[in-house]
């Protein structure tokens, strides 16, 4: 566990810093009041919570900073105070304390804080997301309020976040960094009675449940189609809008939960078959496969390659023959 945490009294020396965290940034600061903004930030698994409060000014992602070679993140910030006016793909709106704005870092956007900066800002790869990034991918720079049910909740969680960061266990909390998107899907997918029976609130709701039960082998079309009162036809034409059948996306999943506890060395003691059970895959011969097909080494070659040490006989034997 730990944090970094640093204090910047230039907008040169702070650019810098928080562009090799997140992605490249621009800022511009107000040239009538002093420049002092603190910055702290901790991991969650692969989901990187920053606190970061200080002076006016701005914030832009233009196009000539995004790169092939930047990672593709979902960026989240909950603002709780002042007001800060966001925008992205079209969109222009002020953001006020206890609300959650989405911005995707692939696409340019730009916020403008004519208050003192206080936030909490959650970054996570688009990967961590799923299907589920496509449908936050469309309120980009719209404010979430916080002001009600689910999304009250999930805002004055992230409000708290900010001030124990020392807490956060780390890149190896895996799991309470599932737990951080699942708040925020949670508080994206909160719909209201009007909504309810959308494709995309219905597609983010069928994902929820799923990542909900992933440890159970019964999870299939079939079992998901009766919980939902659907056909396993619908159920496969609404992951199929999101470029995948459900059954895809249900063992991608899975295969990538499981090899990050492989790589996990809090894990270290579990055998390869009680990490695939706990996430819902009990065969074994099936596990191997499927783990050479999408990753390129079986899950004993994963565990081996992260302890650093060489393939024995037997282990080679054992490959040879799957």
Known sequence: MGSTKAVFTSAESMQVA?????????LTPRVDVPFETHVRSAQAGEVLVTHI??????????????????PDLFKVTLHRRGTVLVEQDGRRHQAGPGELVFFDTTRPYGARYDDPCDIVVLTMPWTLLGPRAKALGRLTATPVPGDSGIRAIVSAFFTGLGDQLADLPGPSGVRFGDALTSLLVAALTETSPERVDAPVGLTDRIAAYALANLA????????????FGISPRTLHRLFADRDCTFTVWLREERLRRIRRDLLDPALARRTVAAIAAGWGLHDPGHLSRAFRSRFG??????????????????????????
């Open 297 to 322: 080494h079986s899950p004993a070659e994963i565990r081996r390659l992260r302890q650093g040490r060489p393939e024995s006989a037997a282990e080679r034997s054992v490959r040879h023959s799957t």
């Open 18 to 26: 928080v562009s090799s965290i997140m992605v490249p940034l621009q």
């Open 216 to 227: 159970d082998p019964r999870l299939c079309v079939e079992s998901v189609a009766r919980r």
């Open 53 to 70: 409060h200080g002076a006016q000014g701005r914030v832009d992602r233009r196009n000539r900073l995004i790169t092939s070679t930047d």
